[in-house]
């Protein structure tokens, strides 16, 4: 049995690891915690983690996602605009209780970031 700590930490492809660090630390407000010889990067911002490993393969990124569940959705939002980001989605209430927005980063990989309804 896992433990109550254990979680899953999406791995996504990235095609230029210097490029994914920048776009996640400028544009997205996280800092990176893990940067080694251009191949993997870990990227963190409060209790997101985010793992990438380099690939050259273009078919990847654009059909790999991370969901990110947590009551602060909508001021992530916010911030990531503030910052810039550019591919945001607006946000949208879902009819399974969600409500969510979408940002893609520049390889084309997707975070659907949501919270419950009833708390946005």
Do not use: C
């Not at 407000?29 to 997101?48: C, K, N, P, Q, W």
């Not at 503030?82 to 979408?102: C, H, I, N």
């Amino acid at each position: 049995m896992l433990e109550e700590t254990a979680r899953a930490i999406p791995v996504l492809p990235s095609l230029d690891i210097q490029r994914t660090r920048r776009f996640y630390e400028e544009r997205l407000g996280f800092s990176a915690t893990h940067y080694a010889d251009e191949d993997y990067l870990i990227v963190r911002r409060g209790d997101i983690e985010l793992h990438f490993w380099r690939t050259d393969d273009e078919k990847l990124p654009p059909v790999s996602s991370a969901y990110v569940r947590g009551r602060d959705a909508l001021t992530l939002r916010d911030d990531f605009v503030a910052r810039g980001a550019e591919k945001v989605s607006p946000v949208m209430a879902r009819d399974w209780g969600m409500t969510e927005f979408y940002v893609w980063d520049p390889d084309g990989n997707l975070l659907r970031i949501g919270m419950p309804t009833e708390e946005s």
